[in-house]
């Protein structure tokens, strides 16, 4: 008898105290958690203390509070009223390993404590161990661990979702120690995977990392930050109880719908980035798979003469770099020539897992004598990443013939002289049909010719446009453009003046093409207003404005208008019936 009043007594106060724990609650949804993942910590309490809220600043040291919600609920049964108070608070691990929810104060009253475990969320790592498969979890990799000073390595981050994961682009998070150059390579790439007998989405962002110092370095932060979607069962019940269920067959669940917020990063990657090796020569560090230097004249077959003005376009493309890692090139003197070289132009793209970039000079040529010249070799040194070699890429050296000023009283024995082409200046051209670019394993492939001179192209009038000011929103006439012209001539602007011939140009022949005054000359023009666009060459490109006559140049010019609607009448199929 004494034996069952003892145990009767411990059971009431085991059944006292445990009353008293529950008075105020604390529970989670899972205690297992893969990192970047949120979850559900629920507060509850029957002692409903309204002028108070439970303490949780306990939470900040290893959790991110995302949101807290909070319900009041008051019964009144057999004349007893109760009030209820519930907290829910979405919370993500800051680490991975074991952690603690501290216990949590509410007035006097205190919960006790959870223990949860944070997993990776590598999906190699889970695989690794045994583990399920989470339903969110991410992976990264690259392709080498051991590159040189600003090579470029490719960094393949991957996520993987088992459905229900919505979200932008991943961002790369800037430490501000300038270590990394980052630079996207395109759109991702979907695929499915089954893994263990799980269906996973893989989604595949590859970026070009560029190492700025040597040493051991941490690949740059990329996080993803995204969302999935679970439906508030108790708010959807609730509507359903009000509305007995009439309008069950209109989408209005999605109103009780809740964002869970989802952030993934993946563990860095230590990478070993070697110096600059003593083999360079102390000359401009150029690491690529590939680069090459060609050259094309503007006119296709140019005919050297003495003050004319001939252009060139030189490239020089690199697989593996960015546009500011490509050096200058300089054009050598030229004794008997003078030389105008303009402001490179950068343009890159990607291909094929690779960063080309591409950097254009232009110069123009103005022979001041007769004669053969020789137009110097151009190349530029780089370190072949693949052969470990430094290697060089050449513009050979070129010999011309230069014919003497147009009216020259020799002027056809020197042409009969130079007839045979093969001391004429043929630079390495484009090829008309260029390949993608290719490494001797095929990996790499060349932008086509005709992108290339495409881009070239639309940068070259976007260029000339802003530098002239001109207004392309006029959408002038022929009449307007001869008033432009002879406006330009008066003001003695030779600049504005070429820049206006060549829209006049343009109107009135039909092609949009026409960049240059030499191709003006391709059309039916007369002599003198040949004479005219060599004069103005001469003048755009030296100092000597006295030989630029405008009153001359508008009296051939308008002659030139009459010669045009000489030319165009001559063309009608029939003569017009009436005058």
Not at 205 to 215: D, I, V
Not at 264 to 290: C, G, Y
């Amino acid at each position: 008898m004494k034996k069952f009043i003892k145990n009767f007594i411990v059971l009431l106060l085991f059944w006292g105290n445990s009353t008293v724990t529950q008075a105020f609650q604390a529970t989670v949804n899972r205690t297992e958690i893969p990192q970047g993942e949120t979850f559900l910590l629920t507060l509850e309490t029957d002692n409903d203390k309204s002028k108070q809220t439970p303490d949780l600043s306990v939470l900040d040291k290893d959790f991110k509070v995302y949101s807290v919600a909070n319900a009041f609920q008051s019964s009144y049964v057999n004349g007893v009223t109760t009030h209820s108070r519930q907290w829910q608070i979405v919370l993500m691990p800051k680490r991975e390993g074991k952690i603690e929810i501290p216990a949590i104060k509410y007035g006097d009253e205190v919960s006790d404590p959870i223990q949860l475990n944070v997993v990776s969320s590598s999906l190699a790592k889970q695989i690794e161990k045994g583990n399920n498969i989470p339903e969110f979890a991410v992976d990264a990799e690259i392709d080498n661990k051991n590159p040189f000073v600003q090579q470029q390595i490719i960094y393949t981050y991957k996520l993987y979702d088992s459905g229900g994961l919505y979200g932008d682009a991943p961002s790369i998070l800037d430490d501000g120690s300038n270590d990394w150059i980052v630079k996207g390579l395109g759109e991702p790439i979907i695929n499915r995977r089954v893994i263990n007998g799980k269906t996973l989405r893989e989604i595949e962002f590859k970026y070009a990392l560029f190492p700025q110092k040597s040493g051991k370095l941490k690949t740059p932060e990329i996080i993803f930050k995204g969302y999935y979607v679970t439906e508030n069962t108790r708010n959807k019940e609730a509507f359903e109880r009000v509305f007995n269920q009439g309008f069950v067959n209109m989408d209005f669940y999605g109103m009780f719908a809740t964002r869970n917020p989802v952030t993934l990063k993946a563990d860095p990657i230590i990478v070993d980035v070697k110096p600059v090796p003593e083999t360079s020569n102390k000359s401009w560090w150029l690491p690529a798979s590939k680069v090459s230097l060609t050259a094309e004249w503007n006119d296709k077959n140019p005919v050297f003469r003495v003050g004319e003005a001939i252009g060139i376009s030189v490239y020089l493309k690199a697989v593996g770099v960015i546009e500011n890692q490509l050096p200058d090139i300089k054009f050598n003197e030229i004794d008997g020539v003078k030389q105008y070289p303009e402001k490179p132009v950068t343009m890159g793209s990607k291909n094929n897992d690779n960063i080309i970039s591409i950097k254009k000079f232009s110069n123009v040529f103005i022979p001041e004598k007769p004669g053969k010249i020789i137009i110097p070799e151009l190349s530029v040194s780089w370190y072949n990443v693949k052969s470990r070699q430094l290697e060089k890429a050449i513009l050979p050296a070129q010999t011309i013939t230069v014919l003497p000023a147009s009216g020259s009283s020799d002027i056809n024995k020197t042409e009969e002289e130079i007839a045979e082409p093969e001391e004429t200046l043929s630079p390495q051209p484009i090829p008309a049909k260029e390949k993608e670019v290719q490494n001797e394993t095929k990996e790499e492939k060349i932008l086509p010719i005709g992108i290339l001179l495409l881009l070239t192209f639309i940068l070259g009038v976007i260029v000339s446009w802003f530098f002239f000011g001109r207004n392309k929103e006029k959408n002038l006439t022929v009449k307007d453009y001869i008033k432009e012209v002879e406006a330009s001539a008066l003001s003695g602007n030779i600049k504005d003046l070429r820049n206006v011939l060549l829209e006049w140009a343009r109107s009135v022949y039909n092609q949009s093409r026409i960049n240059n005054l030499d191709e003006i000359k391709k059309y039916d023009v007369s002599s003198a207003f040949q004479e005219q666009l060599n004069i103005i060459s001469k003048v755009l490109y030296s100092d000597q404005k006295e030989k630029f006559n405008a009153k001359e140049f508008i009296r051939i010019f308008r002659e030139e208008q009459k010669h045009q609607k000489k030319q165009a009448a001559n063309k009608l199929p029939l003569p017009k019936l009436y005058k």
